[in-house]
């Protein structure tokens, strides 16, 4: 069973929240997902904390075709300098694995949705 089948079998998924990755599961889960958004976030970072109910409502209306990562930009700074993310929030997607689009900083639920749309064409 791969790590995806656990991910979705434990419901972190389906629950419609997008999923803590670190460093050891970050490449795997991009490699078996066709879309992917990651949030990257910081404590004590409001607007973090404002993108919080944006990023759960759309892992919900996207379940199936995009999967929501969060990566905590301190904790996993191998990641963070890889994608160069400097400031959070940021948030990265991928198409197969590959960054497509980026954007930094707290954008309302329909500015989000929009990049979203727009990655995804």
Same mark, same amino acid.
């Given at each position: 069973?791969?790590?995806?089948?656990?991910?979705?079998?434990?419901?972190?998924?389906?629950?419609?929240?997008?999923?803590? !990755?670190?460093?050891? %599961?970050?490449? @795997? =889960?991009?490699?078996?997902? &066709?879309?992917?958004? /990651?949030?990257?976030?910081?404590?004590?970072?409001?607007?973090?904390?404002?993108?919080?109910?944006?990023?759960?409502?759309?892992?919900?209306?996207?379940?199936?075709?995009?999967?929501?990562?969060? !990566?905590?930009?301190? %904790?996993?700074? @191998? =990641?963070?300098?890889?994608? &160069?993310?400097?400031? /959070?929030?940021?948030?990265?997607?991928?198409?197969?694995?590959?960054?497509?689009?980026?954007?930094?900083?707290?954008?309302?639920?329909?500015?989000?949705?929009?990049?979203?749309?727009?990655?995804?064409?």
């Amino acid at each position: 069973m791969g790590l995806m089948d656990r991910l979705f079998r434990r419901g972190e998924n389906a629950a419609g929240r997008p999923i803590s !990755v670190d460093h050891s %599961s970050f490449d @795997e =889960i991009l490699k078996s997902s &066709r879309y992917a958004v /990651v949030d990257f976030w910081g404590k004590n970072c409001p607007p973090c904390e404002a993108m919080e109910p944006i990023l759960k409502k759309l892992a919900r209306e996207y379940e199936g075709e995009v999967i929501f990562l969060k !990566v905590n930009a301190a %904790s996993s700074q @191998e =990641i963070s300098r890889r994608f &160069r993310v400097k400031s /959070v929030p940021a948030f990265l997607f991928f198409e197969n694995g590959r960054l497509k689009g980026r954007r930094v900083g707290a954008m309302s639920y329909e500015a989000f949705k929009k990049w979203v749309e727009s990655m995804m064409s």
